[in-house]
């Protein structure tokens, strides 16, 4: 990536909003993500979290404000669309089938073919594929041809971000990926994430574990009834001020506090626990 790339934010949100007849989830949101970046997203239920997220990844249309994508504006929102840009996103229920193998999973709806005119699947290519991107995360199964049914929570975790990874995204949104798991179980799929960044993939994290996006991420915005309520350097705050912040009980940027990325495009530096 050459350095004016690296400049360019790699997702650039300005005036987002989103109504539902009467409902407004979103109103007059900024957010810009960078290359290579950790991103968190905190807030309540209601907060408009699931909103942003599912406009980012081209599941739903804004009402109004615009969406860039490195440098080009979106026009047209659709998870295709999205993927096509570099962003991909695994859902809170992973949408795995339990009944196929974990390469199938990896690869499902974009198999690998052999090159020949009946357009084969190449079963040993994804399997060797899926094991690879796997051991890039840290995850080492006995075969990646037993059926997703008989993994851990957090190896199914695993599999669902290895198919985000499969074709190099730019960045992969991840929707409350600790929700199910212990705090032990948690912690390699916590690990995986906090990888991510280092080998040049974006992270944009939506979790009501605050701590994880404590140690993941290197800023996080805070939502509160579709508003950006502040946007804050992980490594210079707390969970308690999330918990305030969220609550209502803080500052927030429009009323004076300066974005911290606001004269730095440089991604910054990951954070460790």
Known sequence: MTSAAAATPLIEAHGLRKSYGPVE??????????????VGVAGDNGAGKSTLMKIVAGAIRPTSGTLVCDGDPVREFSPLHARSHGIDMVYQDLSLCDN??????????????????????????????????????GLELDSVLEPVSILSGGQRQAVAISRALAFDPKMVILDEP??????????PLLEMIRSLPRQGASVMLVSHRLNDLLETTSRVYVLRHGRIAAELVTSETTEEELLRLMAGLGGDIRGGREPPHAHDNAPAQDKTA
Request: aromatic letters at 2%.
């Open 100 to 137: 196929l193998s974990v390469a199938e999973n990896v690869f499902l709806g974009r198999e690998l073919r052999r090159r020949s005119r009946l357009g084969i699947i190449d079963s040993r290519g994804m399997a060797r594929r899926a094991d690879a991107l796997l051991r890039r995360l």
């Open 178 to 187: 600790t929700a199910a798991l212990s705090v032990n179980a948690a912690k």
């Open 25 to 38: 989830a979103l109103a007059d949101v900024d957010v810009v993500i960078h290359h290579g970046e950790g």
